[in-house]
């Protein structure tokens, strides 16, 4: 009953498979090997068009790297108040991104709406630019920290937004195998064809140790990635293992296989849940990840029975969104490993805990 | 015979192997794991003392967050000017080092000498330090980039100077195990009991995929670590990947076994070099690097037959290192699967052209 | 009738006298003049306290050097929704703050109140500091950008708060004069007195050319201002000419008779104003500020007559402070130079307007 | 007899009286006055060429943010050794620059050479810029810290070479009127018609309190200056106290006559000491700065004698430009307000001691 994070999970066996037949050999360092040109022609497929990938050691630091690198001095960046970056990079986009200063837009289901970034740039007009600073991009996470999926037409209309405005768009896509698996879309759908310029291409919670990618769709567009990813350390030399873990999990569709996977088991769960008279969901469940408002007494029981999930605050929630006095928002998340008996077993102890009332 | 440098060798199988052993169960993420508090006590181990390490995605990153860690506001770090910080890290030590200043050190046989350090800071005085900034760190790389070993007195004599003006002293280990091999002394024998404070531990060059860490003797010196590297985008989400390549590279001393081969292979190169009339060893081999200046037109040839070499630049060399007119300055790097048929042919060839002509 | 801001005012006669006073012999540069020693003493006895105090060229570095004298990697600032380093500085504590992120408080009346504070910092806890960043400090603005006060008391509450997270407190006193003046208090009972460790002390919107320090209270909680100041370029090299301002400024309260004939002014157009049906306040004035809500086709005509006055608007104001739908939100500022007969000109405007509907 | 520095002077009496003038009345802040638009106006007619300029408080902070200005990620500038921003500036260059590194280039009599250059480039080839960072800009110091002048074509050299590799030219100008007036050329000849695009127009230590601004002759190579400046807490709120200053000093030449002064005296000055058995000229005498070689007993007699003047230290000096064993090198610097009798007397206790020996 372990649901905590989705990167507790260690590695899908294809993926361990591939690196341990990559370790053989020599390959030229820092990127000139034939597994990351063959990666990155992968991720270019995957895609629909020729992009630039730029591996890097994290989530944080693809996000922090992609605002930077459409970011100049005094350039200010748009998320959601709950967004990862705005809350748990520990600064990271205001240091790697050398200054840039990101405002939060709250809205409901962890999603940016137009209305909501229409209102947050109406504070920075052009003509206060030289005080307030400029407005350079805007940053959606797809799949959301709420769990919840940006449509592609949903995602064109807030990057409609920012072209008005002169502003890249990025996406956190530390969940994106997710919200293409649930979308069932291809992934040029929710990317560069609704306006995406730059993506944090995550498949380390999808089932891989560690394979991060910057994706920039218009290289036009962010010309210092490479240099700004040296000078922040994260070019790795032996960028071959990175390469390795993409092409496991971009062959043959084996990342949207594993976001399937943990995708269904999030639905059981939220089947359940809504079946449930001791808790109900806080936000639909569109990925891995399921919110539930909780009774208090409940959690208590189900977290000293073993079952691994987190109370789960958020900042700025329309009332609507909010627990009851008696209840706690938490998160639980499955992932590629998550087992059917592990779900059951956690929704027959929120039941029989139910009826032991 | 490839030689084109260590981090062209793939990973020992060792390593590959305790890799596929971690891949499966769950477990806590951003090192709360078993591996990594694993790891922890074996680096500690290793040198004798409790130790802080920081895994870290490079030996980049490992090198600038060390510097940052002791770098104040207007702070100033010494190195040697051939120091891979100094000229190799597409300015990572001015950035993550927050606008840390590197003042670069010329000496012999790519090391420091205290009077060359004693030099360079007598441009630093504590009066000036409100305008010219103040001394905060020295950087020694242990192996040096002229493939050199500093002896534990050497270090000593670096670091009791850099104590008098309340500096630290960091040591680069990007190759710090063919060192400890090549001295045959401690781990702690050229670290922390010869007055480092601060280790960039890295394993990756020596025959792992991605294994390094800072490693922080004295804790109280370097309180912010853990933040900076956050901010960097450092802190590996799946941290077991990282320490279950430590663990297997620590265990058993298989971190200085290979560190034996890829030296005992250097060795071999070098002894033939020697022996030729067409090339003559720049400095003297004390690691897995052979430097020597070799017949511009043998280079070419060797090249031609399919020997991977670089030339090799040095910046400020005293006069007797530098090579004559029709030499090149040749670097060649063995690894832990260097052979030595790929030697011997590299020294046959050596010899066949020369008898050739 | 030019209410746009109190710095598009000149400078005060005695000012202007005393830089012309100054002009003249020669003076160690840097800082180490007498001028600047003697003013340095002046700002101690001001506060009853002997402090540090950094001349800088803005309120906006002051305010940023400030912040980052104690915020180190990963810190988390506090401030109001509408604080001027909030949104009016172009990304400074970002930046000059070396990667601070600021976390932004709403509060009524332009105000961070203790709940508001309790409960941002809820959202930090410090088991949550390794991820989401560690509270570094809390910013006041005093005046606030709402053109009110915090009294010795509310102050005094914050810093409380401030203390039991071990973060410090910094006050941006770009209108501390009017702040004093308002209050009649010492400027010790709203600064160390209250809990504040360090102020921007800001004489420039008070009746200077360029006069503002960075004033720390307690010197070992910001070891690091003087040489973070020279590496932002802030230390001038002819410093006498910020001190004698500063000298001109102290000496026999010429800073609280300016902010006083200032704070009079804006209560002679408070009251007006209150007194007319076709504006009413905003908030309630307490220094050189008016706020009030006015009848949009009043303001306009009010503009076409010559008044220079701006619209102004605020992010995040809770539904008692916004303005009806025929209404505008306007800012009014007083200056040490602003004359009786020019408001009550603004007045007569507002009411022959008014009867001429 | 005081030698101490240019920036110990006040300021010119015309200068204090342009303050004066320009202290009553309201206008517009933060540079939207017509002081500040008269004052660009004035530069631009002093270069001939409409240029941008931007208003910075220091120095320091001109050099700096220009050098950002054409600095992306990975920069890498280039200086003389001794040069200011080298050495001289607690790091600004760096932090500013955000994380900008500098190669120092020695060179004869405080200039780099063309040889010097390319040879400094050398190491910097295009193939390695992703791990050795790219070459973004050279900084020239007209005057030098030597006190020697480039040439028009000197400096078109240099330009030259940068224009080769795609790097801006920068000009470190904080004694630009001292060059300009010992060169009688135009302002134009020796910065864009010669190649430079960005100066640090500097008159503070030629005779303004502080009047220092980044001037940029190709706005479309440095777009984000105002940004920056802004970000870096350089924009003055009250601009026309630093457009004041210029408008003085450039009217009817004022600025070039206060350097003529000031260059004559130092002329003055280095003819006595040629002349004198006791010191002799370390470099040619080019500007309002004198560098001798003094014998160390003299100078220290001088200095009792109530003299100014400082002990030079030089990195990296070629070996003819050394003090003997019984000399220090020594600095003078002349400045506006220098009179004859006081450098007579000095020559008299330079020539008295030494008869009285």
Chains 1, 2, 3, 4 share one sequence.
């Not at 539930?292 to 700025?316: D, F, I, K, N």
Request: hydrophobic share 45%; with cysteine.
């Amino acid at each position: 009953m372990n649901f905590a994070s989705d990167n507790w999970a260690g590695v899908s066996p294809k993926v361990a498979e591939a690196l341990s037949e990559a370790a053989a050999g020599q390959a030229p360092a820092y990127g000139g090997d034939d597994w990351t040109g063959r990666a990155t022609a992968a991720i270019s497929e995957t895609f629909g068009r020729d992009v630039e990938a730029f591996f890097v050691a994290t989530g944080t630091a693809a996000n922090a790297l992609s605002l930077a690198a459409v970011s100049g001095p005094g350039a200010i960046g748009f998320c959601h108040s709950d967004a990862h970056i705005a809350i748990d990079e520990g600064g990271a986009p205001a240091f790697l991104g050398r200054g840039l200063t990101l405002t939060h837009i709250t809205g409901p289901e962890g999603k940016i709406t137009p209305d909501g970034l229409r209102d947050a740039l109406s504070h920075y007009p052009d003509a206060a630019a030289w005080q307030r600073g400029r407005p350079s991009v805007v940053s959606l996470a797809q799949t959301t920290e709420a769990g919840t999926v940006y449509t592609p037409d949903e995602v064109a209309a807030i990057a409609d937004i920012a072209r008005d405005r002169s502003m890249a768009v990025h996406m956190d896509g530390a969940r994106f195998a997710n919200a293409v698996s649930h979308l069932g879309c291809a992934p040029a759908d929710i990317t560069w064809k609704a306006g995406v310029d730059l993506l944090s291409f995550g498949l380390t919670k999808n089932g891989a140790w560690c394979a991060e990618a910057i994706v920039v769709f218009d290289a036009a567009k962010a010309p210092h990635v490479a240099a700004h990813r040296k000078q922040a350390g994260h070019l790795f030399s032996k960028s071959r293992f990175v390469a390795a873990q993409m092409l496991a999990m971009l062959e043959g569709g084996h990342w949207l296989e594993l976001a399937g996977k943990a995708n269904a088991a999030a639905s059981r769960l939220a089947a359940g849940i809504e079946a449930s008279s001791r808790a109900r969901l806080a936000w639909p469940c569109q990925s891995n990840e399921v919110f539930a408002h909780v009774e208090t007494a409940m959690l208590e029981r189900l977290q000293a029975a073993g079952a691994h999930l987190y109370p789960w605050s958020v900042r700025g929630a329309p009332d609507e969104e909010a627990s009851a006095a008696h209840e706690t928002r938490t998160r639980m998340i499955a992932n590629f490993a998550t087992t059917d008996a592990e779900i059951d077993a956690f929704l027959t102890a929120l039941g029989q805990n139910d009826s032991s009332r």
